[in-house]
């Protein structure tokens, strides 16, 4: 089974970072959905994971993409922040941007509620933000995709 590990909004919240790391054992990657990426990398190297790091609303000139696809156990990720997508508003243009990246799995953040959502075969996760304690694990079973969701 491989597990990632999902966190967005950290806002630059040390204690949450450090006690969030210390449940993510087992991991073999961290996705950093916005909104501070350098938590990520700190996260990153304080656990010895690669980082899959997308720049949120708050990252300004960080270097860091908007989007990023990735392949994970024959399944296609589409990670951003969800600013760009109206995300507090509606998930219409986040699930049409699913679509026309051919995911199957997009994860978002920039609400800092977690939320899983399913439209038709596509799953959206938003694991919350990690400054109020929420977080993810998405693991790939031999029976899909499974988020768990984590509050500290």
């Keep these: 089974m491989i597990r990632l590990a999902l966190v967005s909004d950290s806002h ?3 204690d949450t970072l450090k006690a969030a790391a210390g449940g993510m054992e087992g991991c073999e990657g ?11 990398q700190r996260m990153s190297q304080m656990l010895g994971l690669p980082l899959y790091g997308v720049r949120g ?8 993409p908007e989007e990023m696809v990735l392949n994970v156990a024959g399944h296609k990720l589409l990670l951003c922040h969800g600013h760009r997508y109206g995300v507090k508003e509606s998930l219409t243009r ?8 051919g995911a ?25 933000a990690l ?22």
């Design 30 to 40: 961290l996705c950093h959905l916005g909104d501070l990426v350098p938590d990520g």
């Design 104 to 128: 199957d799995i997009v994860l978002y953040g920039h609400t800092h509620q977690p939320r899983v959502d399913r439209n038709g075969p596509m799953m959206l996760i938003n694991p919350g």
């Design 57 to 64: 609303n708050c990252d300004g000139w960080e270097n860091a």
């Design 94 to 101: 986040l699930y049409l941007r699913g679509q026309e990246a």
């Design 12 to 14: 630059g919240r040390g």
């Design 131 to 152: 400054m109020n304690g929420r977080w993810a694990v998405l693991e790939f079973r031999e029976m899909g995709p499974v988020p768990v969701m984590k509050i500290l």
